[in-house]
């Protein structure tokens, strides 16, 4: 089945053929991994196979793993298990961070135009709380693909004795992701970015660190997570884990691509804003402006030419709205609200970026106030 031309895997990634089969079997197979007869037993192996898995993908402890219902639970978890100490993220967060915290944040750190974190202002923060703080910075932003110095960040951090979160859910899969050197005390992966099964995330937490189970009862994910585990989601998700390195290397196609497509639009039309562009971003993500054209017409008007593409997050409800990660960096409201996100991934091709670029092209000519007659 045809599906159109396919340029937001930044909200989802197409799911593997494998995973698809993997998935169907163990939900044939039943049984529930807290039971002790054969198929419960073979049901806690399919869990603890995958969390090897995950583990094996991203350097951690398989028992740092804990089993979630997505990222945005894992990032909740995050943030409300540590409720007494003062909270301090950065301005560009990922809704599901930005929703839980909104009540309890006492500092909110800047970005630079670039889209890089003010380390100055992070420092000051630090400096300004009345104890060790929870700090929660993504590590790859979802929309503009920029990339933060983690690793400087968690050793700032641990300076003055506070904790350290990351969202790593748009980095792990297109990135190299390694827990133990960024040196976080916590970090969020889902497995739909994948190419696992949407529904299905983790939250790793530093072996040591103790952290309240905010759902309770049953005892699973070592008491800190109750409910019986999503067996073939968590299956599927360990298998897109495996089968993430094989694909690695297509993601340096995928930047060539990008690097391209930026290129012949900012020389057709040398107004374009191009987010991040300076800076360390995904290889796959470019946020760009059409001027004059608002996000949600360029949304449509691909949508009708058959390309998907974005503006913003894709977990806003359908809401296309001035993105406030372009009004950190900078923007303003009209030049955010100009925004589209695209991103490629395993199975963009030349061809598919043509297309875009030259459907790009003829939207501007028709819709742009500057070819206004």
Partial sequence: MNNGIYLDYNATCTIRAEVIDLVAFVMAEGGNPSSVHGRGRRARNRVEDARSQIAKLIDCKAQEIIFTSGGTEANNMALNSFSGRPLIVSDAEHDSILAPAMPHITYSVAFNADGSLQLEDLETALKQVPSAPLVSVMLANNETGVC????????????????????????????????????????????????????????????????????????????????????????????????????????????????????????????ITIYGKETNRLPNTSCLSMPGVRSELQVMNFDLAGIAISAGSACSSGKVKASHVLTSMGANETEASEAIRVSLGRETTQSDIDKFVETWKKLYQKKSPKFAA
């Fill in 148 to 271: 933060q110095s983690i690793k400087q960040i968690a050793e700032l951090v641990h300076e003055f004795g506070g904790i350290i979160h990351t969202d790593a859910i748009q980095a792990v899969g297109k990135i190299a992701v390694n827990f133990k050197e960024l040196g976080v005390d916590m970090m969020s992966i889902s497995g739909h970015k994948i190419g696992g099964p949407q529904g299905q995330g983790a939250l790793i937490v530093r072996e040591g660190l103790a952290i309240e189970a905010r759902q309770k009862g049953g005892g699973q994910e070592l008491g800190r997570r109750g409910g019986t585990e999503n067996v073939a989601g968590i299956a599927g998700f360990g298998l897109a884990a495996e089968m993430v390195e094989a694909d690695m290397a297509k993601y340096d196609t995928a930047k060539r691509l990008r690097d391209a497509m930026e290129a012949e639009l900012a020389s057709y039309c040398p107004e």
